[in-house]
């Protein structure tokens, strides 16, 4: 039986488009897990990743539920406060 708080790495979306992850975060159909550091590289990961699927096809060919431009702002801004919080913890590691 799997527990209900881990999620198997198969079954997350992973992005690092800086546009996409926005747009995702202000989505009620899936949740934001976390991250994953690879290297240099950040990614954002998403469940469920059939829903996520859904909604990155319809977000790149120009179908995707219309978001309140305060939603996505604010989306923006948790993108970046997550970014510059992992570049930080990197420099106090290095």
Do not use: C, W
Request: hydrophobic share 40%; aromatic share 10%.
């Amino acid at each position: 039986m799997k527990d209900k708080e881990h999620t198997d790495i198969d079954e997350v979306f992973e992005s690092r488009d800086k546009q996409v992850i926005p747009f995702l975060l202000t989505q009620q159909e899936v949740k934001f897990v976390g991250t994953r550091l690879e290297g240099s590289i950040l990614y954002f990961q998403f469940t469920p990743l059939s829903q996520a699927r859904q909604l990155v096809n319809a977000f790149v060919s120009r179908r995707a539920p219309l978001v309140q431009p305060k939603d996505l702002l604010d989306a923006v801004e948790t993108f970046r406060d997550i970014i510059f919080e992992m570049k930080e913890k990197r420099r106090n590691y290095v």
